[in-house]
């Protein structure tokens, strides 16, 4: 793996940024990051140099959550509310995807990612017709190089439930796949609380703290969700998840948009992890999350694009932006998510510091939309788009340089894909 250096750039750091700063990279891991100009002896030993004049240098960003299978179903939701959306339009196509068709959504879905600066990404992975659907999703996260979570999706409720005993034996298959030095892991990922039985909640939960994972639910997305469970349980659904014993610090509750004080009080006790998808709560006319109240009780939160169904792409810098927009004017508030709040969900509260794993993105900033940057959390939030994105690096492999993907051949991939999702829809009986 190269030494590489990246100099007269921007570095991220919590408290003051590093401007301008330089770091290097050796065996994946960085292995400086100081201010100023690195010394001639740096230039050197690099095998690669980058000038990083004008950009910003970030933590990789993370996509909370997402559904790759969704990249083939973008600008579909014509006005539907959530749960019209999904027995009219989004089931149907899920239950007809191939694994070649599930394969190519992955890798349109990953590539988006990449381009738009994320390092890691969970995939809600929801077409689990056969393993080889899920192993499609592992083939391409690996030729892609992005570091992902499968969060293999389940619903033993509700239309075409499945066993348990059969998600339990596919889980403990997939976990076994997993090594340490694994970019491609896995996780348990119940649908909702009414898709899912709090039996098999509990058990796929335990099962996943055995292998260091997690379970990834969505949780909360509308009113009427939250009253389902309060009509069967008697309880709202985090407060519900809680009696289960699973609201724990690797749990991840997806959108939370409808939670009330005692609930965020729960999930600030119990550490779990809230992931905010706001363009998605938007476009389905969902509501806003409380995302400044659950920051400042200090939940743990990240940012998602969700499913480019209902966002419609996986631009995380543009949902780091409407989060922001949504929760101030809100609550009529300029100061409801901070630009520095936003930022950190973005980069999942992480810094850039030696020894970490060298997964970096850096963002161009002297464009028509950012210049003249006063303000480089600012600039980062408020003016940058996907497209800035220059460069991005897991584990020390450049996989974006100069905005060009590495691993892949962008426009073959977008020719076959436009055909693929043809006869995807001829054979879902879909015609819009
Ligand atoms: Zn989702």
């Known amino acids: 793996m190269k030494k590489i250096l990246i100099h007269n750039g921007n570095f991220y750091q919590p408290e003051k940024w590093l401007t301008p700063g330089f770091l290097s990279i050796q065996g994946g891991v960085i292995s400086a ?3 100023g100009e690195p010394d001639q002896e740096a230039f050197l030993q690099a095998e690669q140099v980058i000038d990083a004049n004008g950009m910003a240098i970030l933590p990789g960003l993370v996509n909370g959550h997402s559904h790759f299978s969704q990249s083939f179903m973008r600008g579909l939701a014509g006005g539907r509310p959530l749960l019209q959306w999904l027995k009219e339009l989004i089931w149907p196509l899920q239950s007809a995807f191939s694994k070649e068709e599930m394969y190519l959504a992955s890798l349109l879905g990953l590539a988006e990612n990449v381009r738009g600066g994320v390092t890691y990404v969970v995939d809600h ?7 080889e659907h899920t192993l499609a999703v592992k083939k391409a996260a690996e030729e892609i190089g992005l570091r992902c979570t499968i969060a293999r999706a389940w619903s033993d409720r509700g239309n075409n ?19 340490p030095d694994s970019k491609v892991t896995f996780a348990s990922g119940p649908l909702t609380p009414w898709r899912a039985s709090g039996e098999l909640i509990q058990k796929t939960h335990a099962q996943a703290l055995r292998y260091g994972s997690f379970s990834h639910i969505h949780v909360s997305e509308t009113l009427a969700e939250v009253e389902m469970t309060v009509e069967e ?10 009696q289960l014993g699973i609201l724990d610090e690797h749990v991840h509750i997806v959108h939370a948009v409808w939670v009330d004080e005692a609930e965020i009080e729960l999930l600030k006790e119990r550490n779990a ?10 476009v389905l006319g969902s509501g806003i999350a409380p995302v400044g ?10 940012m998602g694009t969700d499913g480019s169904a209902s966002n419609d792409t996986q631009d995380c810098i543009e949902n780091a932006k409407m989060a922001i927009c949504l929760a101030r004017a809100g609550h009529q508030d300029a100061a409801n998510l901070t630009n520095d709040q936003a930022l950190s969900m973005l980069i999942a509260d992480r810094t850039i510091a030696v020894g970490d794993d060298a997964d970096l993105t850096m963002i161009k900033l002297d464009t028509l939309r950012s210049a ?14 996907a497209e800035d994105v220059d460069t991005v690096i897991v584990a020390g492999k450049i996989l974006m340089q100069n905005g060009r993907l590495t691993t892949i051949d962008e426009e073959i991939l977008i020719k076959e894909c436009n055909s693929a999702i043809k006869i995807l829809k001829k054979r879902a009986g879909i015609d819009i």
């Open 33 to 35: 990051v100081q201010p």
């Open 125 to 131: 992975h929801k077409i689990t017709h056969t393993p």
């Open 161 to 179: 439930p499945e066993s348990g005993d059969a998600i339990l034996d596919e889980l403990e298959g997939w976990y076994g796949m997993q090594q």
């Open 233 to 242: 349980t008697g309880v709202r659904p985090v407060t519900w998840l809680d």
């Open 273 to 282: 992890l809230v992931v905010h998808c706001p363009v998605s709560n938007a």
């Open 293 to 302: 109240k659950m920051l400042a009780r200090g939940v743990r939160m990240r």
């Open 372 to 385: 003249p940057v006063h303000d480089l959390t600012s600039a980062v939030t408020l003016c940058a788009h």
